[in-house]
């Protein structure tokens, strides 16, 4: 079975510094994993995709993340902080051939201070 | 523009009175899929469909019901619903050869039973 286990319900920072929110999965198979973005009020956007190529992953608006196997761990990360980037941020784990279930995390909400 | 779009966006019903939920998408994904959105839940599959006349339950699929007679379309049904099933629900699709399970998603119906 799979499931992923969002470490921080909060996390507070000040625009321009770093960025950090932290993911750990569970998976019986090699699992795909995302990050996605959920702005007040609006749909889900995919930020970035690990599927079993480069362990450090680079999305859009300045987001990476790495793929640690033996951590089994995929924290999502920003340099500089910027007030736009003030959301609810989605760890995935997918795994299951044929079903093609995205087994959520239950959402790290970033604030980001002036 | 390629796009995933449901409707009602938001929807006041009471408890018993049948509803439809419409989702559609104009990317020729055979693969689609609905979740529901819950405060530190993150987001549950209810129903997925790998392709026309083919679904099969998520992890919570009781009280819902779902169809797929074309392509781009996928339509959750309430026979009966019910307080508990006031919740965010959001509709997504993929292609079903894409092997990194990247699914996109739709804006997001507000559904509130009273």
């Not at chain 1, 799979?2 to 929110?21: F, M």
């Not at chain 1, 987001?63 to 951590?71: M, Q």
């Not at chain 1, 959301?87 to 201070?113: I, K, W």
């Not at chain 2, 419409?22 to 693969?31: A, G, P, R, V």
Request: contains cysteine.
């Amino acid at each position: 079975a799979q499931s992923v286990t969002q470490l921080d319900s909060h996390v507070s920072v000040s625009e321009g510094t770093p960025v950090l929110l932290r993911c750990n999965y569970s998976s019986s198979y090699s699992p795909s994993l995302f990050w996605y973005v959920q702005h007040p009020n609006k749909g889900l956007q995919l930020l970035l995709k690990y599927t079993s190529a480069a362990t450090l992953v680079k999305g859009i608006n300045g987001f990476e993340a790495e793929f640690k196997k033996s951590e089994t761990s995929f924290h999502l990360t920003k340099p500089s902080a910027h007030m736009s980037d003030a959301a609810e941020y989605f760890c995935v784990v997918s795994d299951r051939p044929g079903r093609r279930a995205l087994t959520f995390g239950s959402g790290t909400r970033l604030q980001v201070q002036p | 523009e390629a796009q995933v779009t449901q409707n009602p966006r938001y929807l006041i019903t009471v408890t018993g009175k049948k509803l439809t939920v419409t989702c559609s998408q104009n990317m020729n994904h055979e693969y689609m899929s609905w979740y529901r959105q819950d405060p530190g839940l993150g987001l549950r599959q209810i129903y997925y469909s790998m392709n026309v006349e083919v679904t099969d339950k998520g992890d919570v699929p009781e009280g819902y019901k779902v169809s797929r007679k074309e392509k781009r379309n996928f339509p959750l049904i309430l026979e009966s619903p019910s307080p508990n099933q006031t919740s965010l629900y959001f509709c997504a699709s993929s292609f079903r050869g894409e092997s990194s399970y990247e699914q996109y998603f739709g804006p997001g119906t507000r559904l509130t039973v009273t």
